[in-house]
């Protein structure tokens, strides 16, 4: 049987995979786990509660509320706010854990359940198995006085303002900036948020009805925000997606940032100002060459982690570091964050703006991103993908013909029979050339036996 867990929490089609009898016994499972130190301690345990507007969440939050309350865990319910803000509120309240509804950037008619540790950490993958185990328990059912409270986190946005705008090195003041806010979980707090820290803002995607958050709009939908930031003149534009994780940014000509050059932006930022602990960012395998050129200029250095932001956590946390992200705008700034945030990505990409008195165009143009092609490759046996002879030879003989002007990266998926040909150069046309011919050495190589 496939394991609930994914790489995000437990992820499906609302109503279907991700069903109210689900969301009732995960949380009565969390409150068997997460709850046992509280309990053993004679208290009673306390849970943040929190979802983006998707309006199946009105009622998995309200079948979690009720398997949370019903086995004696308190639920502060923080209604409709990003999944950063959830994890700050668990710190903030000294909650014993948080659970967060949303699918992130999946269309409305996808769920999920996220849930967070003590002091808004990512669960390890040994206590989300010990979780899904227990749903196969009987329940927690205290009775009377020991049933747990559902009470309304009333100040829970206020919070998480006050928390941003400590946290910021520079105002805004004098930037025009478009917010898309994806019709998600930041359209109540992103536009106060940079209005606060003094900007003029403009917002596009902040109607959220239920059903169309990231419908054309947001961090994967980027052509309505490029072209507001063209039509009002703006300095920047921000977007987010459904749940806010996620920053991605339009400069003032227009073109989009991504993950990559605001990583390199805010590094060399931090790394002047003395921020930047040991003077090292962490990104994944898929990030830019040009990103790693570009603090290897400014004295940065680099390391390298699996792709998805967890593998990220794990490597600021275990070095101690404070800054690291992948190419699609999850940025996490350790210091301030135990996830990535959105809202605090923006906000400190546009305090340098406003603090070196340069375009944000001017500040990504140093940060050169090279032409990166990906293909997929399916039908083939990802378990061979590395340690082929003829494979391994094509592979070395791209990186050759390539030399320091590019690179290559073969990555087997890790749920179906796909590798991943990412090959990137100084120009579009050779970094096409050289995945195409590697795509066909590993069709050739991997292709999995066909049925008589």
Do not use: W
């Not at 509280?38 to 345990?45: H, V």
């Not at 991943?420 to 046309?429: I, K």
């Amino acid at each position: 049987m496939p394991r609930l867990f994914g790489t995000d929490g437990v992820r499906g089609l609302a109503n279907r995979e991700v069903t109210a009898e689900l969301a009732l016994a995960l949380a009565q499972a969390a409150a068997h786990v997460l709850g046992d130190g509280p309990r053993s301690e004679g208290r009673r345990p306390l849970a943040v509660l929190a979802r983006d507007p998707r309006i199946s969440g009105e009622f998995i939050s309200a079948a979690v509320a009720a398997g949370l309350a019903g086995s004696g865990v308190d639920v502060f319910d923080a209604g409709v706010i990003p999944t950063p803000a959830a994890a700050f509120l668990v710190a903030d309240v000294d909650a014993d854990f948080g659970v967060m509804i949303s699918a992130s950037h999946n269309p409305a008619q996808d769920n999920g359940i996220k849930i967070f540790a003590a002091r808004g950490a990512k669960l390890p993958d040994e206590v989300e198995d010990r979780i899904e185990a227990a749903m196969a328990a009987p329940p927690l059912a205290p009775i009377g006085a020991e049933v747990g409270r559902i009470r309304r986190f009333a100040d829970a946005e206020d919070r998480y303002v006050v928390h941003l705008m400590a946290t910021l090195p520079h105002r805004l003041d004098g930037l025009r900036i478009v917010l898309d806010c994806a019709n998600g979980a930041a359209a109540g707090v992103s536009p106060e948020a940079f209005h606060l820290a003094g900007a003029e803002v403009i917002t596009i995607g902040n109607d959220p009805d239920g059903i169309n958050i990231n419908d054309g709009v947001g961090s994967t939908h980027l052509g309505p925000l490029a072209e507001t930031v063209l039509r009002m003149k703006a300095d920047a534009g921000i977007a987010h997606d459904g749940d806010a994780d996620r920053c991605l940014a339009v400069d003032d000509r227009g073109n989009v940032i991504d993950g990559d050059r605001i990583m390199a932006i805010l590094a060399k930022a931090m790394h002047a100002r003395g921020a930047l602990r040991e003077d090292t960012l962490v990104t994944t395998v898929m990030s830019n060459i040009g990103l790693h050129r570009a603090m290897r200029d400014a004295g940065i250095a680099v390391l390298q982690t699996r792709v998805g932001d967890r593998y990220v956590l794990e490597e600021l946390g275990a070095r101690n570091l404070s800054l690291g992200g992948e190419q699609s705008g999850h940025v996490i700034m350790a210091d301030h964050a135990t996830t990535g945030d959105g809202l605090l990505t923006g906000l400190h990409l546009m305090a340098e703006v406003a603090r070196s008195g340069r375009r944000l165009s001017e500040l990504a143009a140093e940060i050169e991103i090279f032409p990166q092609v990906l293909l997929n490759v399916r039908g083939v046996d990802r378990t061979r993908a590395h340690g082929d002879a003829e494979l391994d030879a094509a592979v070395a003989a791209a990186e050759a013909r390539l030399g320091d002007s590019g690179r290559v990266l073969l990555r087997p998926s890790g749920t179906e029979q796909v590798v991943r040909v990412m090959v990137e150069a100084s120009h579009l046309e050779v970094a096409e050339e050289v995945a195409s011919s590697l795509a066909a050495v590993v069709l050739e190589r991997l292709a999995l036996p066909t049925a008589p």
